[in-house]
């Protein structure tokens, strides 16, 4: 049974689908893998999520391939990715083949909401991690709960793959210098809320961030990675306060099997003055392609795009990769996990 859904008109939110997969951690150790039909939690009111933030993602995604094989892309880096964000926030590490078993079961138990290959939408996976142990005072919890569900997504490009402006804004800082940026964790984007919905009223897509220290390096956009290709290089920052993106990991080596050189280094605010192409990087578009960046403080104007289309190695990048997560390409790095008969 497949599902109901328009596919070509699918957002980027929130769609219930039939099961999601869950597994607590009590007792200093983690149980059963459960199987919910249920949208809800039922949690304490003084769980230490709720007061102290004790809250960890992820995202990825799964496709379906012309051959009807269903792909998750670089599962192995996400459930790494958030063993590291458990660290620094002091939860409980969700063992790797944990977080990968009930990713897999997640995406076979909801395998009719796998949008069809052509359609341009993919299944968003979203694993979640919470201290659920009530207690007031401020301290580790000593429960956990590790949630993973499923929707369906659409193509991120409703009006295709187009370049977008972005503001810088030194109002805001959305992490510290040597705070919580480089885990993914929700805190982060609480404090990115207020700049963010600001850059919205304004006309702009994100907020390009300045390292929190000095104000002088480029950092973040928003919740993605940023690129930038300077005379056939790939370029993009070096930055103890930025989340290490999976895509951004992911166009590094596909440039550089292109033969593009991969500068990973502070980029000053300056350089923009001379970078060719831009761009933000995250699974929700791989890669958006940047057309302005207008710091709002300076009045100055960066005009990456001149014919306001997307630069060649952008688009090359985004093309490569859209098509090895979708198995029109060849693997070669071995970067999908194939879910058999479903
Ligand atoms: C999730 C996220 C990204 C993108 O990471 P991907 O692994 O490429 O999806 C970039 N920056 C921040 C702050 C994020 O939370």
């Known amino acids: 049974m497949t599902s109901q859904l328009d596919w070509s008109n699918l957002g980027f939110g929130y769609i219930p689908t039939d099961y999601n997969v869950r597994c607590w951690y009590r007792n200093g150790q983690w149980g059963e893998i459960e199987v919910s039909s249920s949208e809800t939690i039922n949690m304490h009111m003084a769980a230490t999520s709720l007061h102290y933030g004790q809250e960890i993602f992820e995202g990825l995604k799964a496709f379906r391939g012309k051959d009807g094989k269903v792909r998750i892309f670089r599962l192995d880096q996400n459930a790494e990715r958030i063993r590291e964000s458990a660290r620094g926030i002091k939860m409980e590490p969700v063992p790797e083949e944990l977080f990968k078993q009930m990713v897999v079961k ?4 909801n395998a009719r909401f796998i949008p069809p290959y052509g359609s341009g939408a993919s299944l968003y996976i979203r694993p979640l991690e919470i201290g659920m142990t009530a207690q007031i005072g401020v301290h580790p919890s000593s429960e956990y709960l590790f949630i ?8 991120y490009f409703k009006e295709g793959f187009r370049p977008t402006n972005i503001c810088i804004m030194r109002e805001f800082d959305r992490v510290a210098p040597k705070g919580t940026g480089r885990w993914k964790v929700g805190g982060n984007y609480a404090a990115s809320l207020e700049a963010g919905e600001r850059a919205h009223e304004l006309g702009y897509s994100a907020v390009l961030y300045l390292d929190p220290r000095e104000k002088k ?4 956009c928003g919740p993605a990675n ?20 999976v895509t951004n990991n992911s166009l590094q080596q596909l440039a ?24 933000a990087c995250g699974t929700a578009a791989v890669a958006s392609p940047v057309a302005q960046i207008h710091d709002l403080d300076t009045g100055k104007h960066y005009i990456i795009s001149k014919d306001g289309e997307p630069g060649p190695i952008t688009t090359k990048l985004y093309n490569k990769l859209r098509a090895v997560q979708l198995g029109d390409e060849e693997d070669v790095h071995g970067w999908n996990t194939i879910v058999e008969g479903i």
């Open 217 to 220: 390096y480029l950092d973040e």
């Open 106 to 109: 997640c995406v076979e138990l």
């Open 148 to 155: 993973v569900m499923v929707m369906p997504v659409g193509p």
């Open 226 to 245: 940023f690129f930038a290709i300077r005379d056939g290089k790939y370029i993009t920052p070096a930055s103890e306060s930025i989340l290490p993106s």
């Open 256 to 279: 550089r099997d292109m033969g593009i050189p991969v500068e990973c280094r502070h980029i000053e605010l300056d350089e923009l003055e001379h970078i060719d192409e831009a761009g």
